[in-house]
């Protein structure tokens, strides 16, 4: 039964070594190249950035979560 805990053990050393070595030449294969992708899409070509009123959105969320957390709380 030892051998048996060995040949797996040993088996899976085995699998995480290929693995290991997978990860390692896909790391250097895509070293060169942008990890973020997001100027790449063709969604991401129409957007626009925010206008100089994107604050009024962040001010208005602040509203809703004080109103939700007063209804709760009372």
């Known amino acids: ?11 899976n050393t085995e699998l995480n070594d290929r693995i290991a070595a997978d990860l390692r030449a896909r790391a250097q294969a895509s070293e060169h190249e942008d990890p973020d992708l997001i100027e790449d899409t063709d969604y991401a070509k129409d957007l626009k950035k925010t206008s100089r009123f994107g604050w009024v959105w962040a001010v208005l969320v602040a509203l809703a979560l004080i109103s939700l957390a007063f209804i709760v709380l009372i």
Not at 1 to 11: A, C, F, N, S
């Open 1 to 11: 039964m030892g051998i048996i805990v060995h040949k797996e053990t040993e088996r």
